[in-house]
Structures are given as C-alpha cells and as structure tokens.
C-alpha cells in the first residue's frame, strides 16, 4: 500500500487565505450536489496542504478554515440530528493503521478484543428515520450538526425499505449511492431530458437525492452501516443496541431487512488482530475493481460498545473508527484529442488522449471510449474536463463531461467517414463500427498476430513477408499459408531454400498447436489468450465449439451475456478460414481435455477441474513474477500461464489473498513482498519446476 500522497505547498498568508476559500467553495458544491472542481486527491491534497500551513503559523488560522471541521465546513440543511454525524480520521498504509490502533489502545489502557473491518461506502451518508417500522425521515449529513431533509427520495432506493420487519423506533445509517448499472440509467434518463449526463456516480447520487423536482427518477442504493436509538428511548432493544457488538447491531439490521454489505463480496468481518485486520483490508482493496459500487476505503472499528465508549470522540471524530484511504480511481483531467483506430478485426475504436494524470499508480494519457454511439451517449466534446476511471488491471476509461467546468470553447469530436487504415468504406450498421474490408483491411497485423509467439509460433515469418505474401495474391488470410507450395514460397522475391525449408517446417509445427492457441489465433474479438485456453478446455473441440449457442458459450468462466453472443457471431464470420484450416490438418484438440470437454466431463459427473486427473496445481490461483530460471528460463509469461493451466492450476496477475502460489524469480519487486506480507507460499522458479514436473 502506499505512503500518504503528497501535499500543496502553500507559500505565503494570501496563498493560505486563497486555499481556504477554495476548500471552501469545493466542499459546499460536493455537499450540496456533487459538482466540486476537485477530485477526491486534489481536495484531499489541499487540506492537507492548509493543515502543514496552519501547524506553522498558527496566529494566521482563519475561524473558516475547513480544517477540523465535518463536511469541510460546508454548511447545508436545517433539520438538527439527533446525535451528530461525524467524519472519520483517515490513514494511509499498513504502518499507519498499526499505529492507529497502537494509539486506541493507549487511550483504553488495554488491547481492543475486535476489529470490525468493512467497506468505505463512496456515497453520501444518510441518516433514516424510522417509527414504528415505518420510514419516516431522510437527512442528509449536511454539516454534522444539522441536515437537510430529503424524504422525497423515500421510495426510491434500493435496500432502504419503507417497513422494517419490526414495529421499532430507530435511526438506520448509511450511505446511498448509485451502483454502475444504476449510474448508467440515470446518465441515460439525464441524457435524453437535458442533453447531459453526471459526471460519476458519486454526483449522481447527490444530484437525485437532493434535487425534488425532476421529470425523471433515478433508482439508487443503500447500505447500512449502524443503526442508533432514539437518544430518549428506554426501550430494551434500545440498551441492547447501545451494548451489543457493531458486527451484532449490522445482523439485527440486515434481519430487519435492510441491506448492508453482508450480500456483497466485500462483507463486513470481525477480526481479533490489527495484522488481520491489514489482511482484510488487502482483500478489500483487491475486490475493489470488480464491484458493483465505488468504495474509497475500508473502515476499521472497534466491534465492542465497551472498547467504543472508552475510546470516545474527538469533535470531528470517534477515536474507535478510522478510514484506510485506497488511493483515487477516478480524476479530474481535460480531452484534449481523438485519435481513430481500426484494429486487427476491422473494428473502428476511438481513443480519447488525455493531459495526463496520475491514476491508481499510473500516468494516465490514454483512454477507451469505446464507440461513436458511446460519445454521443455521453455528450462529450473535445476540450471537455472529463472524469477518468481507472482501478487495478482495469483500461483507464473516460467516464463523462464535467459539464458545469465548461468553458464554452468545446468544439465537436471529428467523426471519421472513411476508414482510417485503408480508406475504404464503413460499415456503421452496428454500434461498432468496421471497416467494410473486415479482418482484410489490417491483414499483415491479423496474419502476424495469428503467427506471434503465443499464438502458432511461425518462426521467420516476418510483417513485410506476410506483405508480399498478400500482394503477390498468395494468400489473403493465415489458413493460407498452410497451403503454400515449396515452389510459390521459392518464387518469391529475397527467398532461398534455406529460408523456404525453415519456413515450410514451421507451418507443419504450427499445425499441431493445441486448439487453445489455434483457436487464439483467430483474434476472435473479446477473447485474448487466457480466453482462449479457457474455451478450449471447457469444449474440447473446435467442433464443439462451433457448435455451441451463445447461451452454451456463456457457460465458459469470464463469458457474460454480453460477449457470448460476439463469440457466436465472430465464429459465423470466420466459418470459411476455419475450414480451410480443418481441411489443412491443423490440429483442432485440446491436449489433456478428456473428450467432449471439461464441461461434458463434468456434466457426468467427474471431478474434473478439482483433481480426479491427479494434476499438481488443482484448485490453486497462481502468480508469476520475475525473471524464470533453470528449465522454465525461456517460458514466455504466456507459456508459464499455459503450463499453470495444464497442472490444473489458475494463472492470475495480482497477488490477493485468494492467491495460492507465487513463483518469484530473480528481481521479483512489490508481489513478492505483497505475497509475503499475506503470507502467501512463495516458491523459485526451480522448485516450481519439479512441483509441476508431471506436465512440464
Ligand atoms: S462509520 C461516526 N462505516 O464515511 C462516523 N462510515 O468519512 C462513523 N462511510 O460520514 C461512520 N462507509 O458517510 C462508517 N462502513 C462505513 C462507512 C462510512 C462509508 C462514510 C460515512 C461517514 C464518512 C466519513
């Protein structure tokens, strides 16, 4: 995890003065709609940045400086809370947590018995008033002190029922916020009404829930994370919520029918150590990408109502909580270009070209933007601020425009009317666009993709080969090539027998590839190598695949209903060269595959995947990293990813504490160290060798 970011160095009194108000004016437009000018680090940055100043002069502290203050001062709302809604204290990496705890601990005088550790919802907080079972109020956070009421919005959020299970009198918190889905159907809902979209879910959230008179409603989510009594209740479930365990409190929630993250992969969980502690909030950080909602933290509590009231509150915030910071998914940055590709499908592809910034541990100057209709959708312009998502493995993506930061100098996105390969027509039936030439207009890059390394390895056939290939009208695709004749290669211009031999020995080994390669080497759109290997082992065949219907293609792991149906498609295409590819005696199995496919071995009931086949890395997620050594010395990664795969195991990227095995070679940097902080068995790239022996 990384160390705090860095700060804004503020020079002088007129600077502080001119931070202040920026804070200011940033943190009211967050809390009143969700449009502030910052993103989440640049504020983040800012404070931290007037803190280091007033810590150095502090005769000059101004009584608005939003330091210290909840909601950074902002002030909105007029309905008082019944007990304050607080911030929480943040820290940044493993070291500062343990230190945070060692300081809890300090002030208690003993160790805490538990940790409940769980997800730092990125939404607003919500405080719902319930009577009787019924919901009555919502308010906002506003400044802590005093909310704004937003019950208009009761009916409309998901996981926030209008009745309890029980008649009870109670004040649910949480956060409300938009799921991906949910923030894709508001942007569209806003998009067909104004014209705009929001800038990311966070906005959305506050915009629907704060704004009364909209033509349209936008659905959004709830998760609970405490429920407090009526400060004037006696009741006895009141005392008992007042002592029971916070991990008690979130069951007795959830049974009253209220989401809470128990139903999401990133579930609250008590542990007993801050070191468990860490480890959670690693597999937390690891969820991160794949969930359905944004989260900017994990948040650590102490579980006990004892360990609670001893540690008490600061007046900003309780001293039994913290947040553990994940650093930024999203910035603020400008469109400043376009750039239009046609890849090796045919398929035209827009790339947005970004001032660059600092994302998720990268610099980010490039980003997809998937298609035409796609730019429209999201209204965005050329010169736009727009906000840029990027987590873990994830391609950075533009998300949309700000739109109140224009300026009114956006100019329209050129939209290309001709291929810009070939020149030649577009095909704009579909929502991707293609040039009318298919896989044909990038035809040396389609042919030298299916003949890379990872794919048939066709040592000594190079791009401009290939080019004279197709010019001379020897082939016009790779299955061709499995047809040449001695005499057409020796014809042509700079090849002798030597060349032509190597070449003619290549194709014969290309032949006898498994399917998982052939199959790769088709550049079927959706599907890279990983892909591949996992169709071909779950059919077996390439019969079997091409048989397959999208909802059979769907059963592959990774295969949503969105790409089963291009898989389909994409076979139909390339129907013709995959005959002549069969009727050429390129191999169509899969070595290892028992007949039929994993997926019919299954089906009968073998155990297939969990080691009936007695294979050495059953059931296990395995990570390389590093250079290879001793006989796996030459492996690409591709190849050590196909020889985890053929022991059984699954070859993953990131080290998580899902991960079985790490294989660390020489200069083996943050995974090793990751692996080892998870505790995580961590093997050289010899013993792996000897440990995978039986299918090396
Ligand atoms: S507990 C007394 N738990 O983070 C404050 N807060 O930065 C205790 N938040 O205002 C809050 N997820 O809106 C808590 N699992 C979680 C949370 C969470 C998100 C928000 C909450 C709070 C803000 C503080």
Not at 537 to 554: L, N, P
Not at 605 to 613: K, R, S, T
Not at 645 to 664: D, P, Q
Request: proline share 5%; with cysteine.
């Amino acid at each position: 995890m990384k160390d705090a970011p860095p700060i804004t160095v503020i020079a002088d009194e007129t600077a502080y003065a001119e931070a202040v108000q920026l804070a200011l004016d940033s943190s009211a437009a967050y809390y009143a709609d969700g449009t502030s000018t910052l993103d989440d680090d640049s504020y983040d940055r800012l404070v931290r940045g007037i803190e280091a100043y007033e810590r150095d002069h502090p005769e000059q502290v101004l009584p608005q400086s939003p330091t210290g203050k909840v909601a950074g001062g902002a002030v909105v709302g007029d309905v008082p809370h019944l007990t304050p809604m607080l911030s929480l204290d943040n820290v940044f990496g493993a070291e500062q947590l343990a230190d945070w705890a060692a300081s809890v601990e300090r002030r208690i005088g003993r160790p805490v018995t538990a940790w409940a550790v769980e997800p730092k919802l990125d939404g607003l907080a919500i405080s719902a008033r319930y009577r009787r079972g019924r919901l009555v109020q919502l308010v906002t956070r506003g400044d802590g002190v005093a909310g704004e009421d937003v019950s208009h919005a009761i009916g409309t959020i998901l996981g926030l029922p209008g009745r309890l299970t029980d008649p009870v009198t109670i004040e649910l918190r949480g956060e409300v916020m938009m799921t991906t889905a949910q923030f894709e159907e508001a942007c569209a809902k806003r998009q067909a009404h104004d014209g705009t979209t929001f800038a990311n879910p966070r906005s959305a959230a506050a915009g629907s829930l704060r704004t009364r008179e909209r033509p349209y409603v936008c659905e959004q989510t709830f998760f609970g994370y405490g429920a407090l009594p009526y400060p004037d209740d006696t009741s006895e479930l009141a005392a008992g919520l007042r002592e029971w365990p916070h991990s008690e409190v979130m069951a007795w929630v959830a049974g009253q029918g209220v989401q809470t993250t128990a139903v999401t992969p990133v579930a609250g969980t008590v542990v007993a150590t801050i070191a468990e502690a860490q480890v959670r909030v690693e597999q937390i950080a690891a969820a991160r990408p794949d969930l359905e909602f944004g989260i900017d933290g994990i948040v650590v509590k102490c579980d006990l109502a004892a360990d609670q009231a001893a540690a008490g509150f600061s007046s900003r915030a309780p001293r039994w909580a913290v947040a553990y910071k994940l650093p930024a998914t999203e910035k603020i940055t400008k469109l400043v270009g376009v750039e239009w590709n046609t890849g090796r499908t045919g398929v035209i592809a827009p790339r947005a070209v970004l001032e660059p910034v600092e994302l998720d541990g990268s610099i980010v100057t490039y980003a997809t933007l998937h298609n035409v209709a796609d730019i429209g959708r999201r209204g965005l312009m050329l010169g736009d601020s727009v906000t840029v998502y990027k987590a873990g493995d994830v391609i950075p993506r533009v998300e949309a425009p700000v739109v109140h930061l224009r300026t009114g100098d956006e100019r329209p996105i050129p939209i290309p009317e001709v291929c810009p390969s070939c020149g030649d027509a577009i095909d704009t039936s579909q929502e991707r666009w293609r040039c009318v030439r298919g896989r044909g207009c990038r035809a040396i890059a389609s042919i030298s993709y299916a003949a890379g390394r990872d794919q048939l390895d066709i040592e000594g056939l190079a791009d401009n080969r290939i080019k004279q290939m197709l010019d001379t009208g020897l082939i016009a695709d790779f299955a061709d090539l499995f047809y040449l004749t001695r005499e057409q290669l020796l014809g042509l211009e700079r090849m002798g027998a030597v060349s032509t031999d190597n070449l003619l020995a290549a194709f014969e080994r290309a032949k006898a590839q498994p399917l998982s390669r052939v199959f790769c080497a088709l550049g079927v759109r959706g599907t890279g190598r990983s892909m591949s290997r996992r169709i071909a082992r779950h059919f077996g065949t390439m019969a079997a695949i091409r048989a397959a219907d999208a909802a059979a293609i769907q059963e592959v792991e990774g295969i949503g209903p969105e790409k089963a149906p291009v898989v389909v498609a994409e076979l139909a295409e390339l129907a013709p060269l995959i005959d002549k590819l069969v009727a050429a005696g390129v191999n169509m199995t899969e070595p290892g595959v028992p007949e039929g496919g994993l997926a019919v071995a299954a089906a009968a009931g073998a155990d297939v995947e969990a080691g009936e086949l007695e294979l050495p890395l059953a059931g296990m997620s395995v990570v390389v990293t590093g250079a290879m050594s001793g006989e796996l010395e030459a492996l690409s990664r591709n190849e050590m990813n196909e020889l985890i795969e053929r022991a059984g195991g699954k070859a993953s990227s990131g080290v998580s504490a899902k991960t079985s095995l790490l294989v660390a070679g020489e200069k083996a940097g943050s995974k090793r160290a990751k692996a080892e902080s998870l505790g995580v068995r961590i093997v050289s790239p010899e013993e792996f060798a000897d440990l995978v022996r039986p299918v090396l």
